[in-house]
Structure formats: C-alpha cells, structure tokens
C-alpha cells in the first residue's frame, strides 16, 4: 500500500499529521469551540431563501471580488469601515493564509507568542514561512516589554497576535499592539476569533486601524454567529492590504451560496448574537465553579476556559470522554480546554469533572 513516504512529497512536510480535533459521537461536544446553539428559525428562514435566490443561476461564477458581502461586513464592524477595508474568504484559516502569501512566504519569517492558535505554524509551513514561535509570560499574559524583545531579536516579516487568545482565552492589552506596530517591520495581524465573547471593556484593535497601515484585524463568523459550517472568516485593514491579498487569492474563492448565506445571516446578527451573552455566563460559571474548587483557571475572554489538571491532561480527558464528554486536549502539558455550551451542557461537564475524573 503506498504511503505519504513513498510520493514526492515536500521534505518538510514528511512525518506532519493534518490539523484536527476529534469529532466523535457523544453525548455533550464541548472541543471545538462551536456556538453550542443552532440557528433560530427566522435566520434559516433567511438563509433559505438567499440561498433558493442564488440556485437558478449557478452556471454564472459568482461574484469574485464578493463586494456586497464585505460592505455587509464593513457595516457590521463599524468604525466608519467600508468595503475597500474588508475581506472575506472560507473561513479565518483562508483570510491569514492568504495573509502570508502575500507578505510572508520562502526566505521570510513569521512569529506568534504561544501557547496559541496551532494552526498559525501550520499556516506558515504551508506557505513556505520560517516560523518563529515566541513564549506568553507564565501566566499565558503578554506585555509590550517581552514581545518588543523577541522583535528586536527576530526582525519578522509578520507577526500573529491572538486577541482573545487560543487556548487560553486572554485577551491583549492594547499598549502591546501600540509597541508591536511601533517596532514592526512587517505585518501585524491580530486575530479576534473570539472577539465577540469579551467582557465589558476589553478594546479591539478595530479602533487602532487609521493611521496603521500595516494593522489587520482578523475575524470570523464561525464562533458567535454559529456560522461554523457556513465557512466565513474576514479581515479589516487598510485598503492597500485588501489589494495585496487579491493577488493571491483564488479565482471565485466564495461560492454564490456561501456569499448569499452569509449575508442573509449578517442581516439577522441580533437573533443570532442573542446567544452570547448567554456562553459568556455559561464560561464565567465554569470559571468560578473551577475556581472555587481550588483548581486554576486561566481568565477567559472567549467562549472557552482553559484549566489545571493537576496531572496528565491525557488521562483526564479520557476519563471525561469515557463519561461521554469530548473536550480538548491542546497539547499543553496538564491543562484541558473546554467550550461553553449550554446551561445542561455546562451542568453535565461540571458533574463529570470529579476529583475522580482527574489524575
């Protein structure tokens, strides 16, 4: 039987295993960061008909450059955006890989601070991009004096900061931006996955796009728009970086359907955001229920909690799974990660979680 090793495949890729989460059957899936709620009615209502709208005339390409959608979303965010200022692709993987096309690639580097999203290092190995992987402060905080010294040393062609951060859930001062776009040489793309989950008073770096040409703010509709399955991620930055990106892009790269979808969704944003507030509670209640049991807790700004284990993480999410609840194990030696669901989610994770559960 022929195996990867035996084509020709690029060195540097030999012996990788694909990006993934387990997706298995059980009873409570609180792994991968989904809004655990699905679509209200009237958004699928309006999704439905966008979508019948677009099938007649499928044998036309759709519209490349998906300005209608981007206007949509320069909307949405604010900040006196508009679509010159925004892009879209399959999802936020799509928006920073085509990022690093354009500004990063062979004989240029990247760097993120980890622990952090894993799939920017895969990212950048696929386009060809040294990765440079930099270190949170122990307590997985980031301020501007060590991320200004790993700049000095490194000199990187583009810089990942995740804001709130994935695993841990914390979210960036903004004078760490300031000082990071301050030293750059290169790209600054803060990736606000989670945005939407802060807390009162946690800024985006949306505010701190005019005058940083070289800011991008990535985001995503996958997480509080419950919009996963739809695959919709964009950017916002200065209208120069959307022309860059669109020389990398592929041809037709959002279908008709996904731009309709999206855009019948984005016209629904306030029964689909309903539901954040409600995670945002679920997460804090995991967070001072944990606490309060002496295990530590990462402060989480997302719709996820990172905890303690006090042990091998791998023996306790398998004991977690083998009582029918799929969490994540982020390969981060004696801490889990777990989504915030729904209230009997959150209920059936907490009774799981004995001391019993743990190593």
């Not at 993120?112 to 799939?119: C, K």
């Not at 731009?259 to 689909?272: G, Y």
């Not at 530590?296 to 004991?319: H, I, M, T």
């Amino acid at each position: 039987m022929t195996t990867i090793d035996d084509l020709p495949i690029r060195d540097d890729l030999r012996g990788r295993t694909p990006y993934g989460a387990p997706q298995l059957d059980v009873a409570v899936r609180l792994n991968t960061n989904e809004n655990s709620y699905p679509l209200p009615d009237v958004v699928v209502d309006a999704i439905a008909k966008a979508v019948q709208a677009e099938l007649r005339d499928l044998n036309r390409y759709p519209d490349r450059d998906a300005v209608a959608l981007r206007a949509d979303l320069a909307d949405y965010l604010g900040h006196g955006l508009t679509s010159a200022n925004t892009w879209a692709a399959n999802g936020s993987n799509e928006v920073q890989q085509q990022l690093l096309q354009a500004f990063a690639g062979p004989g240029r580097t990247a760097l993120g601070f980890g622990p952090s999203y894993s799939m920017h290092p895969l990212l950048a190995q696929g386009t060809g991009t040294r990765w440079i992987g930099a270190l949170r402060d122990p307590d997985f905080g980031l301020t501007p004096a060590a991320a200004l010294t790993q700049i000095d040393e490194h000199d990187p062609d583009l810089i990942f900061l995740c804001s709130p951060n994935n695993p841990t859930g914390t979210a960036l001062d903004p004078e760490v931006v300031t000082a990071v776009l301050e030293a750059a040489r290169g790209l600054v793309v803060v990736d606000e996955a989670y945005a939407e989950f802060a807390r009162p008073g946690t800024p985006s770096a949306l505010a701190l796009l005019p005058g940083h040409p070289r800011l991008v703010v990535s985001r995503t509709m996958s997480k509080a728009f419950g919009f996963a399955g739809g695959r919709l991620g964009y950017l916002a930055a200065d209208p120069a970086v959307v022309d860059a990106v669109q020389l990398v892009r592929l041809p037709y790269h959002l279908s008709a359907l996904t731009q309709a979808a999206a855009r019948a969704a984005l016209s629904q944003r306030d029964a689909l955001l309903a539901t954040v507030e409600v995670i945002k509670q679920q997460r804090d209640r995991i967070v001072t229920t944990l606490r309060s049991r002496g295990t530590k807790v990462a402060d989480s700004d997302a719709n996820f909690v990172l905890f303690e284990v006090g042990g091998d993480q791998k023996v306790a999410w398998q004991r977690l799974l083998d009582r029918g609840v799929l969490i994540r194990d982020v390969g981060l030696p004696g801490w889990l990660r777990v989504t915030a669901g729904t209230p009997a989610e959150t209920d059936t994770f907490l009774n799981k979680l004995s001391l019993e559960a743990l190593p």
